[in-house]
Nanobody, 112 residues
């Protein structure tokens, strides 16, 4: 399994944008699916977005049209571009690579 390290979290104003990165220790070329999950304060972890090896994407309804997941196999990195952020997007964001690798998480706080 690959090791994953997220980065890019921080404090963002409502309506702002943020790009998260997930760097892998090994090649992503053979990893079938990767995803971003998040755990809002006091809530359960939820799937935010998923991308397959064929670049097919799936999004949670709450982020459709605002978030974009992508992967750059040449850089062994996955991204989550987030726009039009609101307070409900405040959470710890985790990246996942199949079959079972997780990053340590990066916190995004949306607040004025």
């Amino acid at each position: 399994q690959v090791q994953l390290v997220e980065s890019g979290g921080g404090l963002v104003q409502p309506g702002g944008s943020r790009k998260l990165s997930c760097a892998a220790s090994g090649s992503l070329a053979t990893i079938y699916s990767m995803a971003w999950h998040r755990r809002p304060p006091g809530k359960r972890r939820e799937l935010v977005a998923l991308i397959t090896i064929n670049n097919k994407t799936t999004y949670a309804d709450s982020v459709k049209g605002r978030f974009t997941i992508s992967r750059d196999n040449a850089k062994n990195t996955m991204y989550l571009q987030m726009t039009d952020l609101n307070a409900e997007d405040t959470a710890d964001y985790y990246c996942f690579a199949s079959p079972g690798s997780w990053g340590q998480g990066t916190r995004v706080t949306v607040s004025s």
